[in-house]
Structure formats: structure tokens, C-alpha cells
């Protein structure tokens, strides 16, 4: 099958634009009153977009999901990101809002696909712009499906066995609801995509309609139906959903993975640099599948992630999501594509920092880093008594800052003027897809360089990654074992996606738990000579099997008996 000749909807055009969609709150209104307007129509459905997935420390005031893994720590043992790690998770501290926010958006989505169809807006017929506004309403009703197929997916990954419906329930009926297997769930999102990936446009702003404004590409597209197939069959296939390793699951995957990088590379979407995946026009960067815009409803600036992570010490920064020693040293070192601790890669124990994977620089904050921000104008002393270190409050743990998602261009001083910038959340990019093939085909064929009827091995699709403008990373070589091969991919993985959302699911899905029992971190301390002594500190955390899920939480299970609790929660 030629997964290039998939046609997506009416045009075959990359999305390259921002989501600038006005968010509004329809959802307290009766239908009489939202079908009063056109206005009030659309913009039932695209508030939903307000409720897309993002982690830019918006729930756990600062804390990101890469604090609860072994991306990072965070400064102040006060955060609630910690009960994640402390033991003090549990169903009546759920630590989530996914259940509510994502049954709430289905809701919404059933609701508008159910009452609001057949409309004709004759007030509006005389309208120049009346084909475009009718095109928008009838084209909404799929970016429902789409949503609602998002918000399930969120389900399962967090939770597994969820309730399924897509059409209108009352509270009783919901209160009634029992659990619908991970996998019906899997199926039934791949199917509506399937369908999706043929009915959504590839582009709105190239459909020759006047009244269609470069915002409207911000909604979803095909592109993004293919990517939300794509990630949910990689997720189907993973040892937490696929205890018996059924390979027709990989086959799965990997189809619809190769149909992302396919389709997409046929219509404009290519890897660029890693260093333009973020900041302040990332949404145009050609890698971008599908984003999500974050901004407040009170401006479409904001600098609360540079507030939240920029280093004590520098106007403005408070610290906060510390990357750990142990992502530091994923990071191979760039000559030898040798991970620091392999015979032979380079390494060099008093310059620990020196020729390690460019990502590695574009990533992470280190002592003696300089215009960090581009206004600071001290280098970053994270050695113990340093300008941005211990024993200073809040300052980092790890001996590191966060850099991958902020903007440089800040200066959160009093006097600055330049406060505030555009954030968009990558949900989906190319680069993903290139990985997910990779893991699928592998796990399909059990070897790295066998690419099946595929025409692309395990080990080339990860080397495109590594191939990047402003990267250059040694090669994977042929005939690794399937061992050192997936040892690196998970490595590989675990670089390229940093603090984009992944890890803290992916160690799930592999049943990886085991690595969240500890967090290395790195000391620093600075000799009288001027040197630097750095020391390995080893932090405990508590896992336990129960946490590969989240617990359903009491206050719902409370509602509606029927509800079986995740099992040791």
C-alpha cells in the first residue's frame, strides 16, 4: 500500500499555522441559546480546543510531568508534582484533572454532533462570506469526532479500561456507566481517524473560500486524524496494553506510523532544526503536525514558563523543573555516538560537558552557560554558593536548568518591556513519528535492520532523527543486537522528545517502572583553584505497580458504583 497517495480531505497542503482560535465558555448555555447565533455555534466547538492537552506547568503551579519522571526535579519539595513521586498518590488524591476535563469536552463534543447538525443560518445567506461560514459549521462537526477521539486517547493512556460512549447521556446514565476494555477503546479511535484522515482538509486556508482566515488552519487537519491513529496504535501495541506481544498490534503501528511520515513528507512537512522546534514561532515550523497554543484568556502573551523555570538569581525566575543527572547523561558524546560511561566514547570527567550531542546544549541550562537569559549578564554558577545555586532557596537540585520551550528573549526585570511571549505545546511533530516507526518495526521484526515490505529498518528511521541540520549525530551502525538496539532507542527517544510530554507515559507503556525508583542528581562544588569537583547524588523515590495507571478517582467511583478501581489503588 502507498500510504503517500492517502488523500486528506479536499486539500493536500501543510498545515503550517498558528491555533490563534478565539477560546470562549459555551458550555453552561442551553441549546436554545447557542443556536441563536452562528457565533455561538462555532464557538461551542471551538472551546474545546481551550482544553487540549498541554504541560507547561498549568496544573501543579509550575510542575511538569517531567518532574514525575526522571527528566527532572523540581526545586521546591512543596510542589504537589511531588506526590506523584512521595507515596502521597492515591484515588483520593488522583493528582489529575484528565478524568473530568476529558469526560467534560466529550460531553461537549456529543452534545454539538447530536443537536446542533442541519442548520442553515438564512439570516446569513446574504453574506459574502456565507459558503466559507457554512463551510466551517459542516467541517466542525468532524473536528468534533477528531476531539472526542483525542480526549479518549488521554483517557486510556492514563487510565486503561474507561467508559466509552459517543452519544448523549444524562448524569444517571453516566453515574451507571461501567468500564469499555483499553483495546475496543484503541480500535474505535483508530477507525474514526481512519475515516477522519479522508474527510478533514489538509489545509483551510487553501480552500479557495473567501472569509477563511490563516487562523483557521490552527484547527485540526488530516494530518493530525493520521497522528492521532499513529500514536494510539504504537500505545495498543505496548507491553502495558499488549500483555501476549500480539504482532498483528505492531503491524499495526507500524502501518500507521509509515503513513504519517509518508503522507506528511509528500506534502511539505520535513525535519529542520532542533533548535526551532520551539519559541515564539515554532507553530510555523515545517516538523509541526498539529499544536497547541497556550495562552491565558486574558492575553495571547505570557511568560509564566520563563517565571516558573528560569534560574534563581536572574530577574524574574523562580527555577523549577530541574533536568535530572540522569537525562543529562543520555546525551552520548558526539564524536563517538558513546554513551559517557562507554569505553572509548571520549568523555572527560573534569569537562563533562565538552562534545556531548548538540541537543544536549539546546536543552539544558549548565554551569558556566552565558546570556542565559540573553539579558543575564553573568555566566550560571549552579556550583554550590554560586550566583543560581544551593543553598539559595529554590535553586536547582540537580545542578541544572531547564532551556528546551523558554524564551531567551525575556527579561522578566521591573523596568523590561519585553515581559511576555507567544508558546505554542508541540502535540504532534514529524520527528515523533520517525521514532514510533522505528519502535513498532523493530518490535514487528525483532532486529534493527530488517524493514519487513516496509523499505525503512528500525535503525534508519532513527538515524533521519539524528541526522538533523544541527545535530549530526553518529549513525545507529548496522548489526547492533536487538538489546543494544533498543537500550539506544530508548535513549534516543528520551533526547529527542525531552520535556515534550513523553517520557512520563512511555516508561509506562514499556513497563519501565523500575527507572522511576531513583533520580540521579550532580553536585557541584568549586576548588580554590578554580575547578570543579562534581559529585553523583542518588535520590529515592517510591514506585510501585499499581502506578503504570492512574487510580480512578474516589469522588467518582463515589457517584456511580460501577466503577472498578484500578488494580492496588
Known amino acids: 500500500m502507498k500510504f503517500k497517495k492517502i488523500v486528506c ?4 497542503v501543510a498545515n503550517l499555522a498558528a491555533c490563534n482560535l478565539d477560546y470562549h465558555e459555551y458550555a453552561n448555555y442551553g441549546k436554545d441559546y447557542i443556536d441563536e ?19 507547561f506547568g498549568q496544573t501543579y503551579s509550575g510542575g511538569m510531568l517531567a518532574s514525575a519522571c526522571d527528566e527532572a526535579e523540581y526545586a521546591y519539595t512543596s510542589n504537589d508534582i ?8 492515591s484515588p483520593a488524591n488522583p493528582m489529575s484533572n484528565i478524568w473530568t476535563s476529558s469526560y467534560k469536552a466529550i460531553q461537549i463534543c456529543n452534545q454539538y454532533i ?3 447538525q442541519g442548520l442553515t443560518f438564512d439570516e446569513l445567506k446574504l453574506n459574502d462570506d456565507y459558503r466559507a461560514q457554512m463551510f466551517r459549521y459542516n467541517n466542525s462537526f468532524k473536528e468534533a469526532r477528531f476531539l472526542r477521539a483525542y480526549f479518549y486517547f488521554n483517557l486510556v493512556r492514563a487510565y486503561g479500561d474507561v467508559p466509552y460512549f459517543t452519544e448523549m447521556v444524562t448524569t444517571d446514565q453516566v453515574n451507571s456507566l461501567t468500564r469499555t476494555p483499553a483495546q475496543e477503546i484503541f480500535n474505535a479511535i483508530i477507525e474514526e481517524c481512519d475515516k477522519l484522515s479522508t474527510e478533514l482538509p489538509a489545509d483551510y486556508t487553501k480552500l479557495g473560500l473567501d472569509g477563511i482566515s490563516p487562523a483557521e488552519s490552527g484547527r485540526v487537519t488530516c494530518y493530525a486524524a493520521l497522528a492521532l491513529k499513529a500514536r494510539a496504535a504504537l500505545y495498543a501495541a505496548s507491553p502495558l ?3 501476549n506481544n500480539d504482532k498483528a498490534l505492531w503491524l499495526r503501528a507500524v502501518e500507521a506510523n509509515k503513513a504519517v511520515i509518508e503522507t506528511c513528507t509528500a506534502n511539505g512537512f520535513k525535519l529542520g532544526k532542533y533548535s526551532e522546534l520551539w519559541g515564539p514561532d515554532n507553530w510555523s515550523n515545517s516538523e509541526m503536525i498539529f499544536i497547541r497554543r497556550y495562552y491565558t484568556s486574558s492575553a495571547v502573551n505570557s511568560n509564566v514558563l520563563e517565571g516558573y523555570n528560569f534560574p ?3 530577574p524574574g525566575g523562580n527555577s523549577g523543573n530541574c533536568p535530572t543527572q540522569n537525562l543529562v547523561d543520555a546525551y552520548e558524546m558526539k564524536n563517538t555516538g558513546k554513551l559517557w560511561n562507554e569505553e572509548g566514547s571520549g568523555y572527560d570527567a573534569t569537562n563533562p560537558y565538552v ?5 544536549f546544549d539546546m536543552t539544558i541550562v549548565k554551569n558556566g552557560d552565558t546570556k542565559w537569559p540573553s539579558k543575564n549578564g553573568n555566566p550560571i554558577e549552579t556550583f554550590y554558593g554560586g550566583l543560581n545555586a544551593e543553598p539559595i532557596s529554590g535553586a536547582t537540585p540537580t545542578g541544572y536548568y531547564l532551556k528546551k520551550y523558554l524564551d531567551s528573549a525575556l527579561d522578566l526585570s521591573a523596568s523590561s518591556t519585553t515581559k511576555t511571549s507567544r508558546h505554542s505545546w508541540i502535540t504532534y511533530r514529524l520527528g515523533e513519528f520517525y521514532l514510533n516507526y522505528a519502535e513498532a518495526i523493530f518490535k514487528y521484526t525483532g532486529s534493527a535492520d530488517n524493514a519487513g515490505e516496509f523499505g525503512m529498518t528500525a535503525r534508519e528511521a532513527v538515524n533521519v532523527i539524528r541526522n538533523r541540520a544541527d545535530v549530526k549525530m553518529p549513525e545507529f551502525p548496522t548489526g547492533m543486537s536487538a538489546d ?17 510530554g513523553h517520557r512520563f507515559y512511555d516508561l509506562r507503556r514499556w513497563k519501565d517502572g523500575e527507572k522511576l525508583k531513583n533520580i540521579t542528581e550532580m553536585k557541584l562544588t568549586k576548588n580554590n583553584d578554580g575547578t570543579i569537583t562534581y559529585e553523583r547524588r542518588t535520590v529515592n523515590r517510591i514506585w510501585d505497580e499499581k502506578m503504570y495507571l492512574f487510580p480512578i478517582p474516589q469522588s467518582e467511583r463515589m457517584k456511580n458504583p460501577n466503577l472498578t478501581q484500578n488494580t492496588g489503588w
Open 241 to 243: 496494553f499488549n500483555s
Open 37 to 55: 447565533s452562528y457565533d455561538n455555534v462555532i464557538g461551542m466547538i471551538t472551546n474545546v480546543y481551550s482544553m487540549l492537552d498541554y504541560d
Open 355 to 359: 562534545g556531548r550531542d548538540p541537543r
Open 312 to 314: 534563581i538569581g536572574v
Open 114 to 116: 447530536a443537536e446542533f
Open 82 to 89: 511531588y506526590d506523584f513521586v512521595d507515596g502521597s498518590w
Open 9 to 12: 480531505g479536499i486539500a493536500c
Open 484 to 500: 543494544a538496539f533498543w537500550t539506544r532507542y530508548q535513549n534516543e527517544r528520551m533526547v529527542e522528545l525531552a520535556f515534550e
